[in-house]
């Protein structure tokens, strides 16, 4: 005698992928009569054809995550920031082209940006026409002003000095303070300036403040200096007019050769105090600057 047949028995859940569905967000059965946080009942079984959704387990304190349905690539990162740009026509070779593109613009970025990081960082690679100038350690030591000297004879202190020497620049100041015979205090001031520019052309930048000093300081005047360096200009400004016991010279000798800069100024200021009753004239100063400065752009040069 034959066993008759089993009923079939319902599908159990299983650890198997759920299948694609048209509603890929599934919500949790709400709970049955009689069950609660001590009494979970199992979830009925799935009829045949009817689709078979389950609880995604979760951490104690955060919200669940939707389950990720297989063949939805929105669902797959919902919770996960903006969906990704589905794929068009053609599948994996679409998607593979599009990270490739984008990996090969990330290199030409970066390639481009490192190009001009090297032709603008230094300047556009040109090199500096210093004219085998060097800054002497003590400018002071090194630059001739006898011119001065023969005229101001009387102690006023050592010479105050100070260098900076950087990749981008050297620089020596030298600052004098000159006196007369016989006199208490210092009659007149001589700076004197040296700038070796090694990464940038300070062509432009010196003619701009030079040739056009009249504009921004009011009195002055401005002359071209012809026979120094590349280009030079004298300013000036004279106060004093006939009087010997007020108003101030001030003159000053600006040259560039190539990308050297060089800088001789004097001043003075008299006043009752002064025993200086006969200072020297405008032009006698200017001769004085255009001799020193020869000289002394000679020795440090080629």
Not at 280 to 285: G, I, N, T, W
Request: glycine share 10%; net charge negative.
């Amino acid at each position: 005698m034959s066993t008759p047949p089993q009923p079939q028995q319902p599908e159990q859940p299983s650890d198997a992928p759920v299948q694609p569905s048209a509603y890929p967000y599934p919500h949790p059965r709400s709970p049955g009569p009689g069950e609660g946080a001590g009494h979970p009942q199992a979830a009925p079984a799935p009829q045949p054809g009817q689709q078979a959704f389950y609880h995604q387990p979760t951490l104690a304190g955060l919200p669940a995550q939707p389950q990720p349905q297989p063949g939805n690539p929105y669902a797959q990162h919902a919770g996960y920031g903006p969906p990704p740009t589905p794929p068009s026509g053609g599948g994996g070779k679409a998607a593979g082209r599009a990270v490739l593109w984008a990996a090969v613009g990330a290199v030409v970025a970066s390639a481009a940006w490192a190009a001009g990081v090297f032709l603008v960082g230094d300047g556009g690679g040109a090199e500096a026409d210093l004219r085998g100038y060097t800054a002497p350690a003590n400018l002071c030591t090194s630059a001739d002003y006898s011119s001065f000297k023969a005229q101001y004879t009387g102690d006023a202190g050592t010479p105050t000095h100070n260098e900076l020497e950087d990749p981008a620049l050297d620089d020596s100041y030298c600052s004098v303070s000159l006196k007369k015979a016989g006199s208490t205090y210092t009659d007149a001031y001589l700076s004197i300036q040296l700038q070796l520019h090694k990464k940038t052309d300070p062509g432009p930048e010196f003619t701009a403040r030079w040739k056009n000093y009249a504009e921004s300081r009011t009195g002055y005047d401005v002359d071209t200096v012809t026979g120094i360096g590349d280009e030079a200009y004298l300013v000036s400004q004279d106060t004093t007019g006939s009087s010997s016991s007020s108003g101030s010279i001030d003159a000053t000798l600006a040259v560039r050769d190539g990308w050297v800069t060089y800088s001789m100024d004097y001043s003075l200021y008299l006043s009752s105090y002064d025993v200086d009753k006969d200072p020297p004239e405008l032009d006698e100063v200017v001769d004085w600057l255009k001799k020193d400065t020869r000289a002394t752009l000679g020795a440090l040069g080629d």
